[in-house]
Each structure stands twice: as structure tokens, then as C-alpha cells.
């Protein structure tokens, strides 16, 4: 039975490609939102990328914690195809590498102005990463309590 909870399943894996990054950004930009409402500051630069990186690690390990197979169906490697996305754009960015990376890499990205590819493409790529990390943590804590029973 364990052989069977513990196969690649092709349908997580897209799930979770297509799960992760839209969720970070939905689930990010409402958290910064929120924060920037409750607390009453706007344009606050730590609070997005705090906000998606806890959004994305939460994701994570909550969709470890449900889908026991969530590791195994390339959970870890959900990070790549959006930090690739980015990569591309920003080397056949004409306008010099250090334009690009301002553009989607931008500390601020509720600047929308500049900002907007920051927020489509590397907030959500980013929340990824921590997904990734995410998936790790839960997964290494259901080892470690399968090893002690």
C-alpha cells in the first residue's frame, strides 16, 4: 500500500504547476493587501515579498501534508519553469541586463509603472521557491515521524 501512496501521479504534477504559482499571486497579493490595509502604511517594500514567501512555504507544506505524493510529482521542482520564464524575458530584454532585472526583479512591485512584470512574473515565482521549501520542510517532518513510530 505504501508503494501505491508513494508513486509519481502526472495529474499532481500539473496541479501543482499550475497551483503554485497562481495561488501565490492570488493568495500573496491579498495577504499584502490586507497588511497594507490593517496596518495603514502603503508602498511598504519587505512586506510583498515577506507575504508571498510565507504564502508560497504555507502552500507548500500544506499541499505535502494532504497529498502525501506531492514530493515524489515534482513538488520540489515547481520553482524552475517560472524562475526559467523570467530568466528568458530578462536576457532577450534589448534594452541592457540591468533595465531588465530592474523591471522584474524591483523591490517595490505595488509600483505598477514599474512594478507590473514584477508582480505577474517574479512575485509569483518567488511564493514558487518557497513552495519548493515548503513541500522539503513537510516532507522531512512526516520522515521524521514515520522513523520514530
Not at 21 to 28: A, V, Y
Not at 31 to 58: I, K, N
Not at 75 to 84: D, E
Request: glycine content about 12%; charged content about 15%.
Amino acid at each position: 500500500m505504501t508503494d501505491h501512496i508513494d508513486r509519481f501521479s502526472a495529474v499532481l504534477f500539473v496541479f501543482q504547476l499550475i497551483a503554485a504559482p497562481t495561488g501565490g499571486l492570488l493568495f500573496g497579493l491579498i495577504a499584502g493587501e490586507l497588511f497594507d490595509q490593517v496596518s495603514g502604511t502603503r508602498h511598504h517594500q519587505f512586506a510583498p515579498w515577506f507575504f508571498y514567501a510565507l504564502v508560497g512555504f504555507v502552500q507548500g507544506y500544506l499541499t505535502q501534508t494532504i497529498f502525501r505524493r506531492a514530493d515524489r510529482s515534482g513538488g520540489r521542482l515547481v520553482w524552475f519553469p517560472p524562475v526559467c520564464l523570467i530568466a528568458v524575458f530578462v536576457l532577450r530584454d534589448r534594452r541592457g541586463l540591468g533595465m531588465a532585472i530592474g523591471q522584474f526583479l524591483i523591490w517595490n512591485p505595488y509600483s505598477f509603472t514599474q512594478g507590473g512584470a514584477s508582480t505577474i512574473l517574479s512575485m509569483p515565482a518567488f511564493a514558487c521557491c518557497f513552495y519548493s521549501l515548503g513541500i522539503a520542510m513537510a516532507s522531512r517532518s512526516r520522515r521524521g515521524t514515520q522513523g520514530a513510530k
